[in-house]
């Protein structure tokens, strides 16, 4: 059973237009959601991460938008560039705050971005 | 901090042969996670020690794969006897327990023949 489910699997996007990616959970307890990023050949690095006492988070051109009540959150990519060309994961977890054996991440699907100069 | 280390980074083996992956946390972390990725079925967890004790191992495929970790700077994640259905990216992450960020290493390349 996927516990996080991620849309789209694939996005296109020109140089300068917004890339929007959808996360949506089932889990309540989930207090905790990362996105991460991967480039080829390497592994997944966090690039924004978001608790559920706020409705957005921005960093730089990113943003999450949170919305508990629907249990579902967004990755937003302002002014894309080709550099951002990636697969992106969000993921889902109760802290570790909460948990006294570590975090599990419950990761999405991945999307794959491409943004076309 | 050197992040975390995985070797080797690519292994081609042919099947039925034991394969050995290694990882090395980043020193302090207590949380240890190995997850392997393929195109059909995405980023799945095979199983997470938390101060070195396993704690969900439900994601091991089958009785093929096993996982120690004998101390909190190395854990290694074996396949005996490898079959071409496990040719994937093995990826290692580790965290620290106050925190919730997971870093990942480099991953291993394996290609079972």
């Known amino acids: 059973q996927q516990q996080v489910k991620q849309s789209p699997q694939s996005l296109i996007v020109q140089k300068g237009g917004i890339s929007i990616i959808n996360c949506a959970y089932e889990?309540?307890?989930?207090?905790?959601f990362p996105w991460y990023q991967q480039f080829p050949g390497k592994g997944p690095a966090l690039l924004i991460a978001?608790?559920?006492?706020?409705s957005e988070k921005k960093e730089g051109r990113f943003t999450i938008s949170f919305n508990k009540s629907a249990k579902q959150f967004s990755l937003h990519i302002m002014d894309s560039q080709p550099g951002d060309s990636a697969t992106y994961f969000c993921?889902?977890?109760?802290?570790?705050?909460?948990?006294?054996?570590?975090?599990?991440?419950?990761f999405g699907t991945g999307t794959s971005l491409t943004v076309i100069p | 901090d050197a992040g975390v280390i995985q070797s080797p980074r690519h292994e081609v083996t042919e099947m039925g042969q034991e394969v050995t992956l290694r990882c090395k946390p980043i020193?302090?972390?207590?949380?240890l996670f190995w997850y392997r990725q393929t195109m059909m079925r995405g980023l799945e967890l095979l199983i997470y020690f938390n101060n070195n004790v396993p704690i969900d191992d439900s994601g091991m495929p089958e009785d093929r794969f096993s996982a120690k970790m004998p101390n909190a700077s190395f854990s290694t994640l074996k396949i005996q006897p490898s079959e071409p259905r496990d040719s994937a990216v093995y990826f290692c992450a580790s965290s620290l327990e106050t925190t919730d960020t997971q870093y990942f290493g480099p991953g291993t390349r394996l290609t079972v023949l």
């Open positions: 978001i608790r559920p006492d706020v």
């Open positions: 993921a889902a977890s109760i802290s570790s705050a909460l948990s006294n054996t570590g975090n599990q991440f419950y």
């Open positions: 889990n309540t307890a989930f207090d905790y």
């Open positions: 020193s302090g972390h207590n949380s």
